[in-house]
């Protein structure tokens, strides 16, 4: 079994058909084909074998889809790695990953050359700024290409795909390995739910490499044979202005999307006659915006829940009326799922407990570390570490109600406070920090901090300290707000109250 090859079958259905139009160029399913056929010969070229992980860090691009998907044709693993990722991020994932061929771009690849370069047997693919999109050297080297196919698709069921990269409540990111029976089986399972079709011409504002954008809307449109409008970045104006003038029949967001959706619906007002689903997940909705955004475009937004390691496991049901606000739905085909207390037992329904989910969309376990692999499974079960219960007046219905975990999501994005708190640790004028999520309209929730600094550092800016934590993690994990205090909350054990914190913090930012 291979996802691009069963991806590839589209391109046969419908050769001529528009596949992908990146930022108004069109790409048919044959060029898209032909252009995967030429990234896997030039793979192949510079040895690129089955199972070798292919790390890929450009922005959202056409070439990007072509790199992937030969990477998979090929047998060997695509890392997608997100274009904010600072040096020291970027060193990390590369060398835990041991992958053998890093795909960057000039503009990108400065501001990471020094760790990269301390990497040894690593090939470095860099993709200049002529092309439109930036990518001549690769399009060069594409050139040379000859038209014999080499995908030869060398892998199995249970063979790795892709290894995405999730933070843990230690702090420190774990490979995600998904196989192709995950991502062809979720993908079949969403096709038959959301009642994919070739007529569809899905909007698609996502970034490609985390599972939302790249699993369940990537590869479900290919899937589709639909035509797929690539926009590189999310704007709401022009995401509005899209879905009239396409028109477009699908969208899939996050909450935040759905939030900045709303605040220019007025003055837009776009026509949407041909629109059949707004789909949302990553995190929660809220039940104000779904009522919301449904008084003003008639719409019920479908609600589904997944996470990295087990792709898509919920959803709400395809009918609009079945579609209900707070409720993330019944579990995909093919997926199972238990709501279990602290002690392994099965809780009545109606109960709150941890949802453990089962099936072919779980992932195999963490790259090269067999010891969190078994700490996230009991008896084959993945412990999700969300906390829900299902409705036993509602065919078990799943609603969630938090996190088991220690986790913030922010726009749609994982933050673990731990990896926060260890960089701000590491910072010489901190003595210790705690990181919370504090409710937020626009990102649900905001990363925010408090730092008890040493006595000879009390008056250091805590602007400073943002920037300090800039240069060392994404931006979107940075605290948006950091406090100074003399001491965090303990209980009488000495562990940090977070909860107690979280409030506290929620009232220094009211009074802001
Ligand atoms: C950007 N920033 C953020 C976020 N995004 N800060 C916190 N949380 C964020 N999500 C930072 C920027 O770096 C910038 O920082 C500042 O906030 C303002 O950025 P802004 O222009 O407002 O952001 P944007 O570029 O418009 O992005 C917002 C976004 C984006 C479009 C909502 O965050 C996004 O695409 N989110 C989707 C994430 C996603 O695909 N998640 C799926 C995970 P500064 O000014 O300091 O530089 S997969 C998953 O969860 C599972 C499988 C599932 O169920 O789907
Ligand atoms: P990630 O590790 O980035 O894949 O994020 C997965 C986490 O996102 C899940 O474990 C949930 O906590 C959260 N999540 C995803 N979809 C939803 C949803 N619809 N409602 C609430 N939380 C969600």
Redesign the pocket.
């Known amino acids: 079994m291979n996802l691009a090859q069963v991806l590839a079958q589209s391109a046969v259905r419908n050769p001529e058909k528009v596949a992908i139009d990146f930022e108004g160029i069109p790409y048919t399913y044959a060029q898209l084909y032909e252009g995967i056929n030429k990234c896997a010969q030039f793979l192949r070229r510079i040895g690129v074998k089955k199972g070798d992980r292919v790390a890929i860090q450009v922005p959202k691009c056409i070439e990007f889809v072509c790199l992937h998907l030969a990477v998979l044709s090929v047998g060997a693993i695509t890392l997608p790695l997100n274009v904010?990722y600072p040096a020291s991020e970027i060193q990390y994932f590369l060398t835990d990953s041991q992958s053998s061929v890093f795909v960057s771009y000039s503009k990108g690849y400065d501001a990471v050359k020094e760790a990269v370069d301390s990497i040894e047997n690593l090939k470095v693919v860099m993709l200049d700024e002529k092309s439109p999109h930036g990518f001549d050297a690769l399009v060069n080297e594409l050139e040379k290409s000859s038209g014999d196919d080499v995908r030869k698709y060398p892998t199995e069921k249970d063979d790795v795909g892709i290894l995405l990269y999730t933070s843990g409540t230690t702090g420190k990111p774990k490979g995600a390995m998904l196989t192709h029976k995950n991502l062809v089986s979720n993908m079949k399972a969403l096709h038959e739910v959301w009642r994919w079709s070739e007529n569809d011409v899905l909007l698609h504002a996502?970034?490609l490499f985390?599972?939302?954008?790249l699993s369940?809307a990537l590869h479900g449109g290919l899937y589709a044979g639909a035509t797929i409008v690539m926009h590189e970045?999310?704007d709401p104006r022009r995401t509005w202005e899209t879905l009239e003038s396409v028109p477009c029949t699908v969208f899939m967001g996050?909450p935040?999307?759905y939030y900045r959706l709303m605040r220019e619906w007025e003055s837009i007002k776009p026509d949407l006659k041909r629109m059949r689903v707004f789909i949302s997940?990553?995190?929660p909705l809220l039940e104000n915006l779904f009522y919301k955004f449904e008084e003003a475009t008639g719409f019920r937004i479908l609600e589904r829940?997944?996470?990295?390691e087990a792709?898509?496991i919920t959803s709400n049901p395809y009918e609009p009326e079945r579609r209900i606000p707070k409720s993330v739905g019944y579990p995909l085909p093919g997926v199972n799922i238990r709501i279990v207390s602290d002690d392994g037992k099965d809780v009545e329904p109606g109960k709150v407990g941890e949802v453990w989910i089962k099936g072919d969309n779980v992932f195999k376990g963490y790259w090269n570390n067999p010891e969190k692999t078994r700490e996230t499974f009991s008896d084959g079960w993945l412990k999700s570490g969300d906390l829900g219960y299902q409705d036993p007046e509602d065919d078990l219905r799943l609603y969630l109600v938090g996190r088991a975990k220690e986790l913030i999501i922010?726009?749609?994005?994982?933050v673990y406070p731990k990896e926060v708190e260890n960089v701000l640790e590491e910072h010489e004028a901190v003595l210790e920090a705690a990181v919370v999520g504090i409710p937020d309209e626009d990102?649900g929730e905001k990363?925010t901090a408090a730092v008890v600094l040493k006595e000879d550092s009390k008056g250091m800016e805590t602007d400073e300290l943002i920037k300090y934590c800039?240069s060392k993690l994404a931006?979107?994990k940075?605290p948006?707000i950091i406090f100074k205090v003399d001491s965090l909350p303990r209980n009488a054990m000495g562990k940090i109250q977070k909860h107690i914190l979280q409030k506290e913090l929620s009232e220094k930012v009211k009074e802001q």
Do not use: D
């Open positions: 904010g996502l970034p985390h599972a939302h954008g369940v970045k999310f996050v935040t999307m997940g990553s995190a829940y997944g996470m990295t792709l898509m922010t726009g749609g994005y994982n990102f990363v800039k931006s979107y940075c948006k």
